[in-house]
């Protein structure tokens, strides 16, 4: 009897200290606010826009993607730790969920090491997003994806991915996505074609900068380009999305620390190999930069001030960004933003406020070509 009890007792404290190592979080983001925006084309449905009119609307996920999730890690020992995340965003004025399934940001598992870096396979967030810690505007709906048509945004499945741990300032990570295709850059049997690409950032306290190539292909021919396939009447199935979705992207960035001032900006040339069946005024190269600044003027109080400014071939003209705001903390999880722009399209161009896909004003929010796109943005974020 005695024995038994020590060994229920062994059980028991060995259960305990296993439960002691292993840990998982329950996380979330919740973005609500109000918004207003002018120059949105309004016509009859199904037909060309022929005027525009202003918008004011409730809104979720412009200052940063309402989302929860939970992630958890496992001690195994010997400085190593199985790690795994889950997190989808929602809408946060409707309740509703992703369309591209619960766990539409991440679903990854892997090992993690203080002293090797941390390994991952699954689905997250594409390397692209890395511009997100040196875009004044964190990202936010009105910012570095805007003028690319959403480049900058994407999540990938089917990722092999590796963080390494900080040697001398610099850190590396790279990622690397398989089509799942029979033809490995992709054939159109799979929703994704391949994707990849690396990015090296070196961390001082005065600055820090971050260089970072990557590409996607295009999943129907593993191309670096659109298809464009005319239909009777010229009208097209699909035009893609070209350069915006499918391309290489070389991307330098620097962030400058200076007490309350932080001053960031980056360069990105993306190109592509064209398009199958060229579009008139589709680009197939963009030359993409912005810079800014952010003044920390309390604790709880930021100003930030941006402009973001893209070029692209085949006529499709330039476009600007202008656009001031800044956030007050409440607390530590509870904060008011606000964020005022404007876009100025060249004659040819007509890239809007909003990360829309390319097109015209006929299919899309974006503005008809020369013309400007103003709006006004304020709301509140809570973190848990």
Same mark, same amino acid.
């Given at each position: 009897?005695?024995?038994?009890?020590?060994?229920?007792?062994?059980?028991?404290?060995?259960?305990?200290?296993?439960?002691?190592?292993?840990?998982?979080?329950?996380?979330?983001?919740?973005?609500?606010?109000?918004?207003?925006?002018?120059?949105?084309?309004?016509?009859?449905?199904?037909?060309?826009?022929?005027?525009?009119?202003?918008?004011?609307?409730?809104?979720?996920?412009?200052?940063?993607?309402?989302?929860?999730?939970?992630?958890?890690?496992?001690?195994?020992? +010997?400085? #190593?730790?199985?790690?795994?995340?889950?997190?989808?965003?929602? /809408?946060?004025? &409707?309740?509703? *969920?992703?369309? @591209? =399934?619960?766990?539409?940001?991440?679903?990854?598992?892997?090992?993690?090491?203080?002293?090797?870096?941390?390994?991952?396979?699954?689905?997250?967030?594409?390397?692209?997003?890395?511009?997100?810690?040196?875009?004044?505007?964190?990202?936010?709906?009105?910012?570095?994806?805007?003028?690319?048509?959403?480049?900058?945004?994407?999540?990938?499945?089917?990722?092999?991915?590796?963080?390494?741990?900080?040697?001398?300032?610099?850190?590396?990570? +790279?990622? #690397?996505?398989?089509?799942?295709?029979?033809?490995?850059?992709? /054939?159109?049997? &799979?929703?994704? *074609?391949?994707? @990849? =690409?690396?990015?090296?950032?070196?961390?001082?306290?005065?600055?820090?900068?971050?260089?970072?190539?990557?590409?996607?292909?295009?999943?129907?021919?593993?191309?670096?380009?659109?298809?464009?396939?005319?239909?009777?009447?010229?009208?097209?199935?699909?035009?893609?999305?070209?350069?915006?979705?499918?391309?290489?992207?070389?991307?330098?960035?620097?962030?400058?620390?200076?007490?309350?001032?932080?001053?960031?900006?980056?360069?990105?040339?993306?190109?592509?190999?064209?398009?199958?069946?060229?579009?008139?005024?589709?680009?197939?190269?963009?030359?993409?930069?912005?810079? @800014?600044?952010?003044?920390?003027?309390?604790?709880?109080?930021?100003?930030?001030?941006?402009?973001?400014?893209?070029?692209?071939?085949?006529?499709?003209?330039?476009?600007?960004?202008?656009?001031?705001?800044?956030?007050?903390?409440?607390?530590?999880?509870?904060?008011?933003?606000?964020?005022?722009?404007?876009?100025?399209?060249?004659?040819?161009?007509?890239?809007?406020?909003?990360?829309?896909?390319?097109?015209?004003?006929?299919?899309?929010?974006?503005?008809?070509?020369?013309?400007?796109?103003?709006?006004?943005?304020?709301?509140?974020?809570?973190?848990?």
């Amino acid at each position: 009897m005695k024995k038994a009890l020590l060994a229920s007792a062994a059980l028991l404290a060995f259960s305990a200290g296993a439960y002691a190592q292993s840990s998982v979080t329950l996380y979330g983001r919740l973005d609500a606010g109000l918004k207003y925006m002018n120059g949105v084309p309004t016509g009859p449905a199904g037909a060309p826009a022929t005027g525009t009119s202003h918008r004011f609307r409730a809104e979720s996920g412009d200052w940063g993607t309402s989302l929860w999730g939970m992630k958890g890690a496992e001690d195994l020992g +010997g400085g #190593y730790r199985a790690v795994f995340q889950l997190e989808g965003s929602f /809408n946060t004025m &409707t309740g509703a *969920g992703p369309g @591209g =399934g619960l766990f539409n940001r991440w679903a990854t598992v892997g090992i993690a090491s203080n002293n090797y870096g941390t390994l991952l396979l699954g689905r997250e967030l594409y390397i692209a997003n890395q511009v997100w810690d040196f875009d004044p505007f964190g990202q936010s709906n009105w910012s570095s994806a805007s003028l690319v048509h959403g480049r900058n945004w994407p999540q990938s499945s089917n990722n092999i991915s590796y963080q390494s741990p900080k040697i001398a300032g610099f850190d590396f990570y +790279g990622q #690397y996505t398989l089509s799942n295709a029979t033809n490995w850059n992709g /054939n159109g049997t &799979t929703a994704q *074609g391949r994707e @990849g =690409g690396g990015a090296i950032t070196y961390t001082s306290p005065l600055f820090q900068i971050r260089g970072m190539y990557d590409e996607i292909r295009n999943p129907a021919n593993g191309t670096l380009g659109g298809v464009y396939n005319p239909v009777d009447g010229g009208v097209p199935v699909n035009n893609g999305n070209g350069v915006y979705a499918y391309s290489r992207e070389y991307t330098a960035m620097f962030n400058l620390f200076l007490g309350q001032f932080k001053v960031q900006g980056t360069y990105q040339a993306i190109r592509s190999s064209g398009m199958i069946g060229q579009l008139p005024g589709q680009p197939t190269t963009l030359d993409h930069e912005w810079g @800014g600044v952010t003044w920390q003027t309390t604790p709880a109080t930021a100003l930030i001030a941006a402009v973001y400014h893209v070029n692209g071939n085949n006529g499709a003209g330039n476009a600007t960004i202008y656009t001031v705001g800044g956030s007050y903390n409440l607390s530590k999880r509870t904060l008011l933003d606000l964020q005022v722009a404007t876009v100025q399209n060249s004659k040819t161009a007509n890239y809007g406020l909003n990360a829309n896909n390319y097109g015209s004003a006929a299919s899309t929010d974006n503005p008809f070509p020369g013309h400007s796109q103003t709006g006004v943005y304020a709301g509140i974020q809570h973190s848990f």
